[in-house]
């Protein structure tokens, strides 16, 4: 299948990658920090059977801020007129960590447009704080702070070689990092580049984690939020992530028993990239189960 880059105009500029296919369209939504480059070793095989595309969020990757925020109301209307003007009006989400987050509040909101859900590590309430590391107190708790966080953000942009900080990324975000491939740790190191020399990328981090912090912290507005989810739903998680802990997947799946629940074992916070074949696998088999209309 043929993979382009893409730009739709959604009130400004918005980077997509389109994989191809002719089949039902998978809306792909990364997680904070990320961008369309996290679907990069899924995509070319869903393309087989579906037409994923892979969008890059306001602030995040090639999409600029251009006047807006990066906050998760700004990006669900963003998906919603994606879904809308360029996925054909109805579309399977796959969302990952701040993507699934996103993700869920689309679902909950706007129940036409999404076909199926498929959850891999989203943003969760915490549901104890004994387990957080101090790396990952750095990385998400500083940058909520008014002022100090995109001071934050633009030091740890000079704190190292953009080599040095997408390895100390992977370090965090994968159980295994040496199962990074190097094509892909390559990707990584370009876009952490080329994200240097964008002068809005501190202020959408910080303004997408603050607004993450505020939304689950909501808590009894964000089990409300899950409970009217009425799309097939997936929920994959890893046992070793260290960004969202296993036992806050298991709350959600005990609120939600009616979703699939496919822990993995062995995997960190992004399992689309540390272990693709079998988050594809696990996929696959519920597609065929549960979105049999998708």
């Not at 796959?94 to 999404?114: C, D, Q, R």
Request: include cysteine.
């Amino acid at each position: 299948m043929e993979r382009t880059s893409q730009i739709v105009d959604i009130k400004g500029p918005v980077h997509y990658i389109d994989h191809g296919g002719t089949g039902p369209a998978i809306v792909m939504v990364h997680g904070l920090g990320g961008s369309h480059l996290n679907w990069e070793l899924i995509g070319p095989d869903l393309a087989t059977d579906y037409h994923p595309y892979a969008v890059d969020l306001r602030g995040f990757g090639l999409t600029p801020l251009d006047g807006h925020t990066a906050s998760l109301k700004s990006q669900a209307a963003l998906l919603v007129r994606f879904i809308r003007d360029v996925a054909g009006g109805s579309a399977l989400l796959l969302g990952n960590s701040m993507g699934g987050l996103i993700s869920m509040m689309l679902a909950a909101s706007h129940p036409a447009a999404v076909a199926g859900l498929v959850l891999l590590d989203p943003a969760l309430p915490m549901r104890s704080a004994r387990n957080v590391n101090r790396a990952t107190i750095t990385r998400l708790g500083v940058p909520v702070l008014p002022w100090i966080g995109e001071e934050a953000v633009r030091r740890f942009a000079t704190s190292g070689t953009p080599e040095e900080r997408t390895d100390a990324t992977w370090a965090i975000v994968t159980a295994r990092p040496n199962r990074i491939d190097a094509a892909t740790r390559a990707n990584a190191v370009e876009m952490t580049r080329l994200r240097d020399t964008m002068e809005w990328a501190p202020e959408a981090y910080c303004e997408a984690i603050r607004s993450i912090t505020a939304t689950l912290g909501r808590r009894r507005r964000f089990r409300d939020m899950i409970h009217r989810i009425a799309a097939p739903t997936l929920l994959v998680h890893g046992m070793l992530d260290e960004i969202v802990h296993f036992e806050s997947a298991e709350w959600l799946a005990g609120e939600r028993p009616d979703w699939r629940f496919a822990p993995i074992p062995d995997a960190g916070h992004v399992p689309q990239l540390e272990l693709p074949q079998r988050t594809l696998s696990i996929f696959r088999d519920w597609a065929g189960r549960s979105v049999s209309a998708v």
